[in-house]
């Protein structure tokens, strides 16, 4: 219901018209699968996303938070589905690669 008009109707060819299959909206959105999430997640979010708003990274971040696994947020003013502003595009990779060194074994 909150997606740009682009994307609006695309989920009706790889799931089905809504609300007819509304159901099967509903077993597969990660929004609804938080429970099984036990791993630490960094999301970076364009504040004027029309593709994957705002909202949803924010309902996806407060579950991981929650369930008290290590999680982390960063909005970009004025950024959309994709990052073009240099010191965005900079930030968000090095906060990735920040997020994941612990990961990392030499």
């Known amino acids: 219901m909150d997606t740009h008009k682009f994307e609006s109707r695309y989920l009706d060819t790889l799931i089905g018209p809504y609300p007819q299959d509304e159901e099967i909206y509903k077993a597969r959105s990660p929004i609804n699968h938080t429970g099984q999430l036990d791993c630490a997640l960094a999301l970076f979010q ?61």
């Open 46 to 106: 364009g504040s004027e996303d029309k593709v994957c708003p705002p909202d949803q990274s924010i309902k996806m971040y407060e579950a991981v938070r929650d369930k008290g696994r290590p999680v982390v947020y960063k909005e970009f003013e004025g950024e959309q589905h994709g990052f073009r502003q240099a010191k965005n595009i900079k930030f968000s990779l090095d906060g990735e690669f920040l997020f994941l060194l612990p990961c990392v074994q030499f």
